[in-house]
């Protein structure tokens, strides 16, 4: 059984991030660069990302995270609009 392709499985680099993920304070930032599976709303679905806080001085920490760790308490402030179009 083929699935559907995944347009958020490439790396990419964190400037041009997929989406841009804030805290609602704004002391939190994460960027999504890449999608293991582009079903976020699976219970285990990760997300390679690029995260900026207080505790990272100003630079960015990169690794793995849930997307549901991302998305709770975190509103979504940008969508690539290529990837939005897509079903």
């Known amino acids: 059984m083929a699935g559907k392709a995944n347009p958020c499985g490439k790396m990419r680099p964190v400037e041009k991030p997929y989406e841009i993920w804030t805290s609602r304070d704004g002391s939190w930032e994460h960027r999504v660069l890449k999608k293991y599976q582009f079903d976020d709303n699976k219970p285990y679905a990760h997300w390679f ?15 793995d995270s849930y997307a549901k760790g991302v ?8 969508v690539d609009p290529t990837i939005e179009a897509k079903p």
């Open 49 to 63: 990302v690029a995260v900026k806080s207080p505790f990272t001085y100003g630079g960015w920490e990169y690794g």
């Open 71 to 78: 998305k709770s308490g975190s509103t979504r402030t940008y």
